[in-house]
């Protein structure tokens, strides 16, 4: 008699959560900041070159390309954060 109470207890708890409902809110659109997109400089190319402008060079080079890679993973970032957001909002 005992379990049959205790049964009817948790079938009525359980009914109570039935009522529940799902609202799905739009998230709006995150915007690639414009400064990852803008134009990388391009470094100076003196003329004549010589053999230490070029060394120079090679380091100006290799940093607009460090920069040209860091923008390009802070677009995937902002992406996957995008992806993630509408994935999670379309369940």
Do not use: H, W
Not at 1 to 6: D, G, R, W
Not at 18 to 28: D, G, I, L
Not at 41 to 49: A, N, S, W
Request: aromatic share 4%.
């Amino acid at each position: 008699m005992m379990i049959a109470l205790v049964g009817l207890c948790l079938l009525v708890q359980l009914t109570g959560c039935s009522n529940t409902r799902t609202v799905y809110v739009p998230v709006p659109q995150q915007q690639i900041p414009a400064s990852l997109t803008a134009e990388t400089p391009q470094p100076f190319i003196p003329d004549p070159l010589t053999y230490g402008a070029s060394l120079d060079l090679n380091v100006s080079l290799l940093a607009a390309l460090g920069m040209c890679n860091r923008d390009k993973a802070d677009i995937r970032k902002v992406e996957d954060a995008r992806l993630s957001g509408s994935e999670s909002g379309s369940e």
